[in-house]
């Protein structure tokens, strides 16, 4: 094995010796290779084949290699391998909490001075700052949007609109499930976090008003128990009657074939399903934003904050490292990322022409819609216990039937009260 | 048990321990006792380390939200290991001693079959599983329709009632194996002379199990049954494939190992908390030494033994 | 032959029983390589049907694999990893687990207690420690550096189960070997050892199992391309294409193959190891 990997050095090494002498006259300083950590592992073809390219185009002397870990292993990997010193020089960022954690431990390099920041809105950078804004330490790469996508096929078939207010969310359901040929909506509660995300943060906004509702709850002004929040659980609870016969077993990949086999009608979602959706299904698809209550009112929708890329503060390579983030944040790669993985909306302020339609249809909302993002991300989860994890278990305890939203409500609200100041 | 050899310095015994005792304790001993250490600090949000003695252990059980995961994840562990006490062990002997039936043909293909689940990944068997009870699918219940038990059916692995049960059961599946293997070496183990002594008193095949075989392997069930309970009180694998690190549906399958994980790696928004972690470890580490001491001071001392 | 014939009914229950088990037990095998070789429609269709026919037999989930991953590369490294590893955990195990059951020193007992620490405490705890070690001792992205954590991770499980089977070994023959001028070295690898190799072959396939099957340890101290492990592939694999169910159960056939056919090859040793035990005992 020493042998095998000695001579595969000997190998490196001479292949690299013939390529620095073809390029002797560009090449200046060595090349220098970076890595990125991330949990996308789904879009490792679209960085090798897309996004990567087109950056070694213009950088011959820097090499990017994408290096994913699955997002159930990334956080205890990517601890492991910064404390033992051995993660990539790029780190993908998860908004918030956690990636403000890694820059407080001196995982994460402070970017403040990088120009491609001054490329986004105070509101994208949030994310991805200290709570007194002083530092950034990510560049922010892209958001999602909540909602819901269906099978127009379908709903041509059964001749039935796209719904505006929540009543006529819930005829529709109920069309569709007296036809009986389409499971009306497609989602199980085995994983658990789609309950809370595709749920209870799809169509939560609308009854908390957005903004006001998160801030007031970080304020300390509202708490979970406040009826705004304990409706949409109620709204939620009402979902079970038309999900697949036994739902609460039904993982996030069998949703997924459900519906692009044509199987379901309504999939509550987010765009971040479109290109996978795209390849597989054979069918129409359409969008529509979370149901507002009354027809008229003003519609909210969950905008988050998903990704954003940050430097490890002990990479070897800093210089190179900066260059790369710098790109991250050009036109460039918004255009080539947006429309290479529709349903990743580029944050920067560039302007960026979407292919996709369904992707257009997401990002239309923006116009006609006040923003928001899951309530549970800022501030609110850093405590123990983390108010998003309790969110996932107790959304899909109500979609089962086995809590009521009332205890539901209570529960998250006890245990932010149990360790967030503003809240006791 | 072996002769007592007095002699004054037996240079052997230290070349037949060193090379494991060296390997272990650097690359095995060393970091876990690092790691365990770990209970009695506690850092602030920039990585600094401070001693706070047992604070953490007062947490753990003084706090409900800490004691209350901590205990359900105790119960649910026992259930797991009481299940594979009283259905995989006795399967695991039954087809051993099938195995090692005399006349029996075809011994090595069943033996071999029969090992196959236990040589797959968690990952698969996991998938596996999910994909066979999976309600979506319809694999089981178009074979109980099959068999008339249609109404039978239900997503066993969603419902907090069935969930833990159904993944102890699709444990069993995949390490009965272990037993049926270790158990079949020591039935082959038992002398031919011994048995065809029995048979010419007349003692019938069950009698000759229950009397004669069953007793010269019951140190090899004490074994097994010891195995099993670290096994079961170490598990984590299967359950965080199948259901992830928050051990759903409302954690009626949480068991420590997954109640550990979570807490020491964290998961997603959740970060991970070392030093509770460690807490959390160390008690698991104190069940099964407490286990394996009852073995080994008690049972394994009173276990009369044959040498063959 | 009177004998077998009056266990004519017991055999046929036997067989019955056997039979009915293994069913269990490759059931849900079968049925991930038959649907790796059907359209994911076919899959969802009719999931117990043969892989027959017209928009049903289909081959895109191997090409999806063989395009995107080096399977026979990660194979390779799994078993270098488990073959390195099996090695010293049996050499370094049986010569330890002897020492502890052949003779008695102060301290045997705990330093059985000690040697067995290892079994009551998921390795994976020490993650960190054994990050740094490797790093340190510049193995990291390595294949060694798995075969050292393997080795220590499965001593404990080995010395536990074999002083257990040494004890066994009659102290007639053992005596009588000393009392002809036999080295304690000859007694172990000539007499000890052979007697048995039946718990060592059943010890060997054990310890094989959670090497080649660990995900963990390959995703922190070996995650490159060159060492990355078949186990670390098709898990990186499912997770990347999580839907795409055909290329998932091709995956997964191409990761269960070699392990039977490597476990048809020890089998044999197996049986062979146990039965020429039990001759002898």
Request: aromatic fraction near 12%; charged fraction near 15%.
């Given at each position: 094995m ?5 001579q595969?050095g000997?190998?490196?090494a001479?292949?690299?010796?013939i ?10 300083a ?7 950590e ?11 084949d ?14 990017i290699e994408?290096a994913?870990t ?11 391998r910064?404390?033992?010193g ?15 954690a ?10 403040n001075d ?10 994208a ?11 950034t ?15 127009a ?10 719904p ?32 809370a ?13 957005g ?5 007031g709850?970080?304020?300390?002004d509202?708490?979970m128990?406040?009826?705004q ?17 036994g739902?609460?077993?039904?993982s996030?990949?069998d949703?997924?074939?459900?519906f ?7 999939y ?12 597989q ?10 149901p ?12 988050h ?18 260059v790369?983030?710098e ?6 790669f ?11 909306f580029s ?27 899951r ?13 998003w994890?309790?969110m996932?278990?107790?959304s899909?305890n ?6 009521t939203?009332?205890e539901a ?6 245990g ?9 | 048990?072996s002769?007592?050899?007095?002699r004054p ?9 060193a ?14 006792a690092?790691?365990?250490r770990?209970s ?15 604070e ?18 105790f ?7 009481a ?6 062990n006795?399967?695991g002997?039954?087809?051993?001693a099938l195995?090692s039936?005399?006349?029996l ?15 797959l ?8 599983w ?8 319809g ?6 329709d ?6 039978w059916?239900?997503p066993w ?19 009965v194996?272990?037993?049926?293997l270790?158990?079949y070496a020591?039935l ?18 069950w009698?000759i ?5 069953l ?10 049954s010891?195995?099993?309970f670290?096994?079961?009180?170490n ?16 954690f ?5 190992g997954?109640f ?17 972690g460690?807490t959390?470890?160390t008690?698991m580490?104190l ?11 008690v ?10 | 032959?009177n004998k077998?014939?009056?266990n ?23 049925l ?11 899959i ?10 017209e928009g049903?037999?289909d ?5 999806t ?12 490294n ?5 073959l390195?590893?099996?090695f ?10 002897f020492?502890?059951a052949e003779y ?5 007992t705990?330093m ?5 620490l290892?079994i009551?405490i ?5 993650t960190i420690?054994i ?5 340190n001792?510049?193995l990291?992205?390595?294949l ?21 089977f ?8 053992k005596?009588?070997?000393r009392?002809?001028g036999l080295?304690?070295y ?5 007499l000890?050892?052979?007697?048995v190799?039946?718990?060592?072959a059943t ?13 963990w340890?390959?995703l ?11 186990t ?12 795409n ?5 091709a ?5 269960i193959?070699?392990?039977l056919?490597?476990?048809a090859i020890?089998?044999r ?13």
């Amino acid at each position: 094995m020493l042998k095998q990997s000695i001579q595969r050095g000997l190998l490196v090494a001479g292949a690299s010796a013939i390529a620095l002498g073809l390029s002797a006259g560009t090449a200046s300083a060595q090349d220098v290779t970076l890595t990125i950590e991330s949990w996308r592992n789904d879009d490792l073809g679209i960085w090798r084949d897309t996004i990567i390219p087109a950056f070694e185009a213009q950088h011959p002397n820097i090499n990017i290699e994408f290096a994913p870990t699955a997002p159930t292993e990334y956080n205890a990997a990517l601890n492991a391998r910064l404390e033992g010193g051995t993660a990539g020089d790029l780190i993908t960022c998860r908004p918030f909490d956690a990636a403000l954690a890694l820059y407080d431990l001196g995982h994460l390099a402070q970017l403040n001075d990088l120009e491609g920041l001054n490329s986004f809105s105070d509101v994208a950078k949030s994310a991805w700052q200290t709570d007194d804004g002083s530092a950034t330490f990510c560049m922010p790469m892209a958001s999602v949007i909540h909602g819901f996508i269906y099978n127009a096929d379908a709903f041509n078939e059964l001749g039935i609109e796209a719904p505006e207010t929540e009543e006529e969310f819930f005829a529709i359901l109920d069309v569709i499930a007296e036809d009986g040929g389409y499971i009306p909506l497609v989602m199980g509660t085995a994983d658990q976090w789609e309950s809370a995300t595709m749920g209870y943060q799809n169509i939560g906004p609308n009854y908390w008003a957005g903004e006001d509702g998160r801030l007031g709850l970080i304020a300390g002004d509202h708490a979970m128990t406040d009826s705004q929040f304990v409706e949409p659980f109620a709204t939620l609870a009402r979902w079970s009657d038309y999900l697949a016969p036994g739902y609460e077993a039904q993982s996030y990949p069998d949703s997924q074939n459900l519906f692009t086999l044509g199987r379901g009608a309504i999939y509550p979602s987010g765009s971040w399903e479109i290109s996978l959706f795209n390849s597989q299904a054979d069918f129409e698809m359409g969008a529509f934003r979370p149901p507002v209550q009354n027809a008229g009112d003003t519609c909210y929708i969950n905008d988050h904050t998903d990704i954003a890329l940050g430097m490890n503060a002990a990479t070897e390579h800093p210089d190179e490292a900066r260059v790369f983030l710098e790109w991250v944040g050009s036109p460039e790669f918004a255009e080539l990322y947006s429309n290479s993985l529709p349903g990743f909306f580029s944050l920067s302020n560039h302007a960026i022409s979407l292919e996709d339609p369904l992707a257009q249809e997401f990002i239309s909302w923006r116009e006609q819609c006040e923003e928001t993002i899951r309530s549970g991300h800022q501030i609110l989860s850093r405590g123990t216990p983390n108010l998003w994890n309790e969110m996932w278990g107790v959304s899909a305890n109500v979609i089962n039937g086995t809590m009521t939203p009332e205890e539901a409500a209570t529960q998250l609200q006890d245990g932010l009260a149990s360790w967030y100041e503003p809240q006791q | 048990m072996s002769t007592p050899h007095r002699r004054p310095f037996r240079f052997h015994i230290i070349v037949f321990l060193a090379p494991a005792t060296i390997v272990y304790t650097l690359f095995m001993i060393w970091p876990l006792a690092d790691t365990l250490r770990l209970s009695f600090f506690d850092a602030d949000s920039a990585g600094v380390r401070s001693f706070v003695g047992t604070e953490n252990y007062e947490t753990l059980f003084g706090d409900e939200r800490w004691s209350s995961q901590f205990w359900n994840a105790f119960v649910n562990n026992f259930i797991f290991f009481a299940i594979h006490m009283a259905v995989q062990n006795p399967i695991g002997i039954m087809l051993a001693a099938l195995l090692s039936m005399p006349a029996l043909r075809l011994r090595n293909t069943y033996r071999t079959m029969l090992f196959m689940p236990t040589l797959l990944s968690v990952v698969i068997v996991g998938f596996i599983w999910q994909l066979i009870l999976s309600p979506i699918w319809g694999v089981s219940s178009s074979i109980l329709d099959a068999i008339g038990l249609g109404s039978w059916f239900a997503p066993w692995l969603g419902l907090e009632s069935s969930a833990l049960v159904t993944l102890s059961l699709i444990s069993v599946w995949q390490y009965v194996g272990i037993p049926m293997l270790l158990i079949y070496a020591a039935l082959l183990a038992i002398p031919d002379e011994l048995i065809d002594a029995a048979h010419v008193d007349g003692t019938s095949g069950w009698n000759i199990f229950w009397k004669i075989k069953l007793p010269l392997i019951l140190p090899t069930i004490g074994v097994i049954s010891i195995l099993t309970f670290v096994g079961n009180f170490n598990a984590f694998d299967l359950i965080y494939a199948v259901k992830g690190a928050l051990a759903g549906p409302n954690f009626s399958t949480d068991i420590l190992g997954t109640f550990l994980y979570r807490t020491f790696f964290g998961q997603q928004l959740q970060l991970g908390d070392r030093y509770m972690g460690a807490t959390v470890a160390t008690m698991m580490f104190l069940i099964i030494l407490t286990g394996v001491c009852l073995y080994l001071f008690v049972i394994q001392r009173r276990m009369q033994r044959y040498e063959l | 032959m009177n004998k077998a014939r009056r266990n004519l009914p017991t055999l046929f229950a036997a067989h019955g029983i056997l039979l009915a088990y293994t069913l269990l037990s490759v059931f849900p095998v079968i049925l991930i390589v038959i649907n790796s070789l059907k359209s994911r429609r076919a899959i969802f269709g009719d999931p117990l049907g043969l892989p027959v026919g017209e928009g049903v037999f289909d081959l895109v989930g191997y090409q999806t694999v063989l395009q995107n991953a080096d399977f026979l590369g990660y194979f390779a490294n799994s078993l270098i990893v488990t073959l390195g590893a099996l090695f010293f955990v049996l050499v370094a195990g049986s010569m330890a687990a002897f020492a502890l059951a052949e003779y008695r020193f102060r301290m045997n007992t705990l330093m059985a207690l000690y040697l067995a620490l290892g079994i009551m405490i998921p390795i994976r705890l020490g993650t960190i420690g054994i990050l740094e070690l490797v790093v340190n001792l510049g193995l990291i992205n390595t294949l060694w550096a798995l075969i050292l954590v393997y080795t220590a991770q499965g001593l404990p499980l080995t010395i536990f189960i074999l002083s257990e089977f040494m004890r066994t070994v009659s102290k007639e023959l053992k005596d009588a070997a000393r009392v002809d001028g036999l080295s304690e070295y000859r007694i172990f690898f000539q007499l000890a050892l052979p007697l048995v190799r039946p718990a060592v072959a059943t010890v060997a396939v054990f310890t094989m199992i959670p090497i080649w099957n660990d995900l963990w340890f390959p995703l922190i101290l070996a995650p490159g391309e060159e060492t990355k492990t078949i186990t670390l592939g098709a898990q990186q694999f499912i997770g990347q294409f999580e839907t795409n169910w055909n290329a998932i159960l091709a995956a997964l056939t191409l990761a269960i193959v070699p392990v039977l056919v490597l476990y048809a090859i020890f089998s044999r040793q197996l049986v062979r190891g146990i039965t020429s035990g039990a001759v002898k005992g």
